[in-house]
């Protein structure tokens, strides 16, 4: 079965600088590859949803790419803010129905002032 | 931006008694979800539902757990008898078809449950 890797648990950053996160997948790439954000105690948000054939996506200060030959996608938070800090979640489909969203164990991003 | 919407926002059981966890997903949307998250774990997918019936399922989802969509706009997770490790948030969530099977997931605030 599909496995995603979130490389850091943890990751702090200093305002202003660019956040780049990490998420693998260990078996088939993907039709597509979604990023969302959790804050404590809620649900997660979707954030960006970038396609096998979109080698990089954008939104605002946000930005994703996906190298399906890595089997990897890297998000970025450009001018990043306290505000940003939250848990940050890679999520893929598995299996050909793309009825299961299955999500990586997110990494904690905390922006420091 | 229309919202899931769930119920409880928290419930307290005792191991072995049954729970009804409700959610109102989205009007238009086809697809319906339910995952929990251990605290301190990761979101863990539990059951996919479409066209009134159960698109996938994890091994979590055994046969203590059912869902149903009663009417055209609640969908349920029914937990037969608890158990201590069912304590969880418990997360509902629902998908629009963008095409090219490309699924964006709107999560509901999650119920918390506790068995004791």
């Known amino acids: 079965s599909q496995k995603i890797e979130q490389n850091s648990e943890a990751l702090n950053i200093q305002e202003g600088k660019t956040a780049t996160l990490t998420c693998n997948y260990t078996n088939y790439s993907p039709a597509y590859l979604q990023w969302y954000r959790q804050d404590p105690g809620r649900g997660p948000v979707f954030l960006l949803l970038?396609?096998?054939?979109?080698k990089e996506k954008r939104k605002e200060r946000l930005k994703v790419t996906f190298d399906t030959t890595l089997k990897q996608s890297l998000f970025h938070i450009t001018a990043s803010q306290p505000a940003d800090s939250a848990t940050y979640l890679c999520?893929?489909?598995?299996?050909?129905?793309?009825?299961?969203?299955?999500f990586g164990s997110g990494t904690r991003l905390s922006i420091r002032p | 931006e229309p919202e899931v919407t769930q119920t409880p926002s928290h419930q307290v059981t005792q191991m072995g008694q049954e729970v009804i966890l409700r959610c109102v997903p989205i009007s238009n949307h086809l697809y319906f979800y339910w995952y929990r998250q251990i605290l301190g774990q990761k979101v863990e997918f539990l059951v996919s539902f479409y066209n009134n019936e159960i698109s996938e399922k994890s091994e979590i989802f055994d046969d203590q757990f059912s869902v149903e969509r009663p009417d055209g706009s609640n969908f349920t997770l029914k937990i037969r008898s608890t158990k201590l490790e069912d304590s969880a948030m418990y997360f509902c969530?629902?998908?629009?078809?963008?095409?090219?099977?490309?699924?964006?997931?709107?999560f509901g605030p999650g119920t918390r449950l506790t068995v004791t």
């Open positions: 969530a629902s998908s629009e078809f963008i095409g090219s099977g490309s699924l964006r997931g709107y």
């Open positions: 999520a893929l489909d598995e299996g050909s129905s793309a009825s299961k969203i299955i």
């Open positions: 970038i396609r096998e054939n979109e």
